[in-house]
């Protein structure tokens, strides 16, 4: 059974920084582009960054851009999202996804990244 599985969200306060990582199991993680999406309280979901197969290209939105650094470890089979100088607008649930984009897409169960003073 295919399942990503999403963890490391929490309260930080604007300006800090956090690591969300996304463990993949029952299909070849290496094989597959990898997407981070994010869904804020009462909008639709949001393409935030992707990582090739090899992680060597790295698109951003603008709106992370310089701020948010995707990567991946195929031997782990994990997607990392590593945030910096977080602001509230970060706020939303963050979602991993294989196949972004496709017809099948596979999203996890999200992760609670709040950020607040």
């Known amino acids: 059974q295919e399942q990503l599985v999403e963890s490391g969200g929490g309260l930080v306060q604007p300006g800090g920084s956090l690591r969300l990582s996304c463990v993949a199991s029952?299909?070849?993680?290496?094989?597959?582009?990898m997407t981070w999406v994010r869904q804020a309280p009462g909008k639709g979901l949001e393409w935030v960054s992707s990582?090739?197969?090899?992680?060597?290209?790295?698109p951003y939105d603008n709106s992370v851009k310089g701020r948010f650094s995707i990567s991946r470890d195929n031997a782990k089979k994990t997607l990392y999202l590593h945030m910096e100088s977080l602001k509230p607008e970060d706020t939303a649930v963050y979602y991993c996804?294989?196949?972004?984009?496709?017809?099948?897409?596979?999203r996890g169960q999200g992760t609670q990244v709040t950020v607040s003073s």
């Open positions: 996804v294989k196949a972004w984009g496709s017809n099948r897409p596979l």
């Open positions: 990582i090739s197969t090899d992680g060597r290209s790295t």
């Open positions: 029952g299909f070849t993680f290496s094989s597959y582009d």
